[in-house]
């Protein structure tokens, strides 16, 4: 769906009168690469597909060997013929190092009597762990000088820019833009409408059963036709809307991703369901329509829940921020709980929060001078580098030793490239730049948690 150009050009590079040998798939991730390339793949009855995921190859040498072992898998009565110099071989990816043996070992599987079309499908090729410019390079230069190879096609599918090197050597391209915001919500209710409506449907029935005696259930309901028509209708706009507030809340974030998108749909729907499945699955208005639901359980579509774990239900969810918020090292923790206190309290009253000294910190005079409203009703305020240092330095409590201001620099870059701290300069050495902090309340008090560190009794806030 909505991706009729893309098909189009398929059958134009890879298509039964004219093939090119190496074509590439480009886009972002959950974009429909491999799902219309699998698509495309099935018309070619008459041909042999060899799929490899790169993503777990630690090197292009892994790569070929892969590709070798899937062809020695064939059925087919070439195995054992294969030489390396006079030495017989039983397996060509054990004498494969290199891209000319490769090369050589496929020329000698065609010789051999293999005349099928052989499609090399490689998958994520740009997340193999070794650079792969190289190797796709020599792959093409190879496949236009060798006429054996003209019955062998690559098709690589990558989800990143294509590297400089092959940009100026003609490899066809086809590039998958992101869908837009209505094409998502379309192609999500799609893959997910029918399967969420019979889940609603099974447990609605069984809760049903399990509330109202049978007596009662033949007499309110008198076929099992009914009883599906009636539950059905209130449940298939129920799920439109879910849908469509699961790709309005995270389409900003995640794009068009459609493989994040389901997961976040499976993980939201353990609890979003639960208010219909109570009124057997009945629409009642300010209870379990899709917009009271929504308003219950609103704290699983902030954005941010879509980065670290991807919207995991509550316990599940508590467990990995209190494990390992966004993969944070412990300094990267307290500088991030020290730029929260710097933006929501005020500077004054830095000497009693953060005082070494117990008389300056507990002076009662001072104590009226705070302003007890709650963190999340106010904005971040902007501050200096100096004092997020000194106050990292009165909260730090780690057998740690407190890492130099060079280290400090560092992290904060780290941070404000992941845009958890903003800054109101490009050049993190500017004595001016300002710095705020851009995290969540709840994100904030799940990574205290984790440090054990008890914010509050730092907050002049409430929360």
């Known amino acids: ?46 041909s042999i597909i060899i799929q490899i995921d790169c993503e777990t190859c630690l090197s292009t040498e892994m790569i070929m060997q892969r590709i070798l072992n899937c062809i020695y898998e064939l059925d087919f009565d070439f195995k054992g013929k294969y030489t390396a110099g006079d030495v017989r071989q039983t397996n060509p990816a054990s004498t494969c190092h290199d891209i000319n043996s490769f090369i050589d070992t496929i020329v000698q599987v065609i010789e051999n009597g293999l005349h099928k079309p052989i499609f090399i ?106 009883v599906f028509t009636t539950i059905l209708k209130s449940q298939q706009q129920f799920i439109t809307t879910f849908l469509g507030i699961v790709v ?79 993969n944070l090292s412990l300094y990267d923790k307290y500088i991030l709980l020290a730029s929260y206190l710097a933006s929501f309290n005020d500077p004054r009253n830095d000497l009693i929060f953060f005082s070494k000294f117990r008389d300056a910190r507990f002076d009662k005079r001072k104590k009226p001078m705070l302003k007890k409203k709650s963190v999340k009703t106010l904005t971040p305020n902007a501050f200096s580098l100096e004092r997020l240092l000194a106050i ?26 992941q845009d958890m701290i903003l800054k109101s300069s490009n050049d993190v050495l500017d004595g001016n730049t300002r710095w705020k902090c851009n995290v969540s309340w709840d994100i904030i008090k799940s990574i205290a948690k984790s440090v054990n560190f008890d914010i509050s009794v730092y907050l002049q806030s409430e929360y």
């Open 121 to 226: 499908i490689l998958e994520k090729l740009d997340e193999c762990l070794e650079d792969t410019e190289s190797f796709l390079l020599a792959l093409t230069k190879e496949a236009e000088v060798d006429e054996c190879l003209n019955s062998v096609h690559f098709v690589e599918v990558i989800s990143t820019l294509i590297p400089e090197k092959l940009a100026t050597i003609g490899i066809p391209t086809i590039y998958f833009p992101n869908y837009t915001l209505e094409e998502t919500k379309e192609i999500l209710k799609i893959m997910k409408q029918t399967t969420l409506e019979n889940q609603l449907l099974q447990e609605s029935k069984a809760k049903l059963e399990k509330n109202i005696p049978i007596d009662e259930q033949v007499k309110n309901f008198t076929d099992e036709q009914l």
């Open 1 to 46: 769906m909505f991706r009729d150009p893309q098909w189009q050009l398929l059958k134009c590079f890879l298509g039964d009168d004219v093939s090119f040998n190496n074509v590439i798939l480009q886009g972002g991730s959950g974009v429909g690469k491999s799902f219309l390339l699998n698509k495309f793949l099935e018309t070619k009855t008459d």
């Open 248 to 326: 309005d809340s995270f389409y900003f974030v995640l794009a068009s991703d459609l493989k994040e998108l389901e997961k976040i749909v499976d993980k939201i729907w353990v609890q979003f369901k639960g208010p219909l499945i109570e009124t057997n699955g009945r629409i009642v208005m300010g209870k379990s329509d899709a917009i009271s639901v929504f308003r219950q359980f609103k704290s699983l579509f902030r954005p941010e829940y879509a980065i670290p774990c991807s919207v995991l239900n509550e316990e599940e969810g508590k467990a990995l921020l209190d494990d390992d918020l966004f």
């Open 392 to 417: 990292l330095h009165a909260i730090y409590e780690s057998e740690v030793v407190l890492q130099t201001d060079v280290d400090l620099l560092k992290s904060l870059a780290t941070l404000a490239s």
